[in-house]
């Protein structure tokens, strides 16, 4: 120890009298500051590129999937920056939107929802066209993740150049999602995808959002689980276009083909469609491709039936009118709950007409004479 010390010693002593010693210790290097000095100058600073809406819309009218999934993760966000942004790529979009088949397909979890779309996308592109899956699942705000549109449940469709695939936009109220949905419809059909697959979860919240998007409603469901409604509620088989009794294989076989008389018998109960399509009920095997040709000749018969008749495009025209109404509607109520003045009217009124000294009648008069009083203002 003593030894050490010693040499060490001498090694530094050394550098002062003898410079040209190999023994010398070396001055080193300052340390480096740990900001980068480019940055720090200002030369390099990072800059996020300007987006070029022009371009980008450009490119999803030639089909590029990265500028599609980039324009509509800009019509999902709910950042005001992007709203802006949004309306403009919707506005350039709009023109060349409306020629695909949008098709709603519901089913309680199980069911075999992606495996058919898989199936079915796959044999829709086999034909020349090109498929876009969308998903509309209020539920995935809860889960932070969708378990619909999910890009590895349908693996060899996601693989395609000719299908697109985008899970549910996660956030907010079902309208929102809703409304998201159809305007990444939008952006969807102005990037020449001419089939929309809108996907959702049978159990009853969701239907008729999706309802309003859509041309075609496909349920699928199971048969031989005792209870043939499988929660299904009677509104769903309602909007139904086609009921697909799905696993329609091996040892199920008999009992797919019993619950599609019993489907049918039901859908006999119900009032007629204005459109004059009778509901069809079949059987399929999504997962042995069985029956899929079934589901594309039912669907075309629906399209001629319907553009034969008007009802096609009165269905859309219809939905847009539901949409609009819909949207004036949230905005005013929005305008109106969020006003910081009624806010503590409301407040004072509740108070008042708990005591009995008005009624609710009266108190929405007097707070709506107030709201419309401010806005003539
Ligand atoms: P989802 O939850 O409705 O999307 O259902 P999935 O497509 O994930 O299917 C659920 C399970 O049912 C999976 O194990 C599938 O392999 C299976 N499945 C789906 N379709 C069929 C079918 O036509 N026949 C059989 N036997 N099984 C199927």
């Given at each position: 120890m003593r030894l050490l010390k010693k040499t060490t010693f001498a090694i530094v002593d050394d550098t002062k009298k003898n410079?040209?010693?190999?023994l010398r210790v070396q001055a080193g290097i300052e340390k480096p500051s740990s900001v980068n000095p480019v940055l720090k100058s200002g030369l390099g600073k990072f800059k996020k590129p300007k987006l070029n809406i022009e371009l980008l819309v450009k490119n999803i009218f030639k089909g590029d999937r990265s500028s599609l999934s980039r324009g509509i993760t800009i019509v999902e966000s709910s950042l005001p920056t992007d709203k802006i942004l949004a309306k403009q790529i919707i506005h350039e979009c709009l023109p060349y939107s409306g020629n695909s088949i949008r098709i709603g397909i519901t089913g309680v979890p199980g069911v075999g929802k992606s495996t058919f779309i898989e199936t079915f996308g796959n044999f829709l592109i086999e034909k020349g066209k090109k498929v876009a899956v969308l998903a509309i699942d209020p539920s995935s705000k809860r889960t932070k993740?969708?378990?619909?549109?999910d890009k590895t449940r349908m693996e060899s469709l996601s693989n395609n150049p000719n299908a697109f695939i985008r899970p549910s936009a996660?956030?907010?109220t079902l309208g929102g999602i809703a409304r998201k949905t159809r305007e990444t419809i939008t952006l969807c059909e102005a990037s020449g995808f001419d089939i929309i697959l809108v996907e959702t979860v049978?159990?009853?919240?969701?239907e008729t959002a999706v309802a309003q998007i859509v041309d075609f409603f496909l349920l699928l469901m199971l048969a031989?689980?005792?209870?043939?409604?499988?929660?299904?509620?009677r509104g769903i088989m309602e909007m139904a276009d086609m009921i697909l009794i799905n696993?329609?294989?091996?040892?199920n076989m008999t009992k797919a083909d019993l619950a599609r008389r019993e489907f049918e018998n039901a859908l006999l109960l119900f009032p007629a469609l204005e459109n004059n399509w009778v509901p069809i009920v079949k059987t399929a095997s999504a997962l042995y491709s069985k029956g899929i040709e079934d589901v594309w000749d039912t669907i075309s018969k629906y399209l001629k039936l319907t553009t034969e008749n008007g009802h096609f495009q009165l269905k859309r025209s219809k939905q847009s009118g539901e949409i609009l109404q819909e949207s004036i509607e949230s905005a005013l109520m929005d305008n109106f709950y969020n006003d910081p003045d009624l806010k503590e009217k409301i407040k004072s009124i509740k108070k008042e007409i708990d005591k009995g000294n008005l009624s609710p009648y009266d108190a929405a008069d007097e707070l709506l004479d107030v709201y419309l009083k401010r806005k003539n203002n």
């Open positions: 410079k040209k010693s190999a993740g969708s378990i619909l549109g996660s956030a907010g049978g159990v009853g919240q969701s031989g689980s005792g209870d043939e409604l499988q929660g299904i509620k696993k329609a294989d091996g040892d």
